[in-house]
């Protein structure tokens, strides 16, 4: 995943920051008694998170590290929940709330083994433990999202290997997103890229248009601007999908 074109920083940021909504209402509160001192029964403090890796090839661990890149530099403390925070418990002060409003998840990371669980690496990421709070979800989200994605284009990376043994020749398998959400599509396309498969449709080109009645979605495989009367039978057709299901 270090293709500028399909990659782009800036927008990889900004998906990966949708992971901030994963911060709750009840980890903010916490946040906000940690930096005002006034800890209560039940919360904990720490400044070291432990995320274990579920597979030993090197390239899961290098595909999240990059995820994990994306995540710190987009990760904002949902301003929403920080006044709901406020209004549940008025001892949070405006100060505070400022605090965790420009608060950023700034750590220190390394990959070592688990000393549990000698044949187990994990990342042991190390942050002011307000930030550790808030950030514990949006993580175990973006672990769970990765696993799913990583083995599902391990299975098609194995398939294709098999295939080469026994014909000479590999199955060209790219990525196409269907009508999964930004984020995911988004965890899926960096898996596929760093496997060496294609990315994108491969469907369009300047003198093509179709579409494609994939299991999940139809999809109009088009460069802009698009036809309005393929559109429409894309539209009709996902309507037929819809139908069938009641």
């Avoid at 070592?112 to 514990?136: C, H, N, S």
């Avoid at 994605?149 to 391990?154: G, I, L, M, Q, V």
Wanted: glycine share 4%; proline share 8%.
């Amino acid at each position: 995943m270090t293709s500028d074109e399909l990659f782009p920083k800036v927008r990889s940021t900004e998906i990966l920051g949708e992971l901030s909504a994963w911060t709750s209402v009840a980890d903010v509160m916490v946040a906000a008694r940690i930096l005002e001192e006034r800890t209560i029964p039940g919360d904990e403090p720490k400044s070291l998170l432990l995320m274990p890796l579920e597979h030993a090839e090197p390239e899961f661990e290098q595909i999240f590290a990059i995820l994990l890149g994306y995540l710190i530099d987009g990760y904002v403390v949902p301003s929403q929940k920080v006044a709901v925070c406020r209004a549940l418990d008025p001892q949070i002060t405006e100060t505070t709330g400022a605090a965790l409003q420009s608060l950023r998840f700034n750590p220190t990371v390394h990959v070592g083994r688990v000393p549990q669980l000698p044949d187990k690496r994990a990342f042991f990421i190390q942050d002011q433990p307000a930030a550790i709070e808030l950030i514990r979800a949006p993580l175990n989200c973006l672990m769970g999202l990765y696993v799913d994605k990583y083995e599902y284009t391990k299975r098609s990376r194995d398939i294709a290997a098999e295939a080469e043994a026994k014909t000479g020749g590999r199955p060209t398998i790219f990525h196409r997103p269907y009508s999964d959400a930004c984020l995911p599509s988004f965890i899926e396309a960096g898996c596929f890229y760093a496997f060496g498969f294609e990315v994108g449709t491969q469907f369009a080109s300047p003198d093509r248009a179709s579409i494609d009645n994939a299991y999940r979605a139809v999809n109009v495989q088009t460069l802009p601007p698009v036809d309005p009367a393929l559109l429409k039978i894309a539209i009709q057709a996902s309507q037929r999908k819809l139908d069938a299901l009641r």
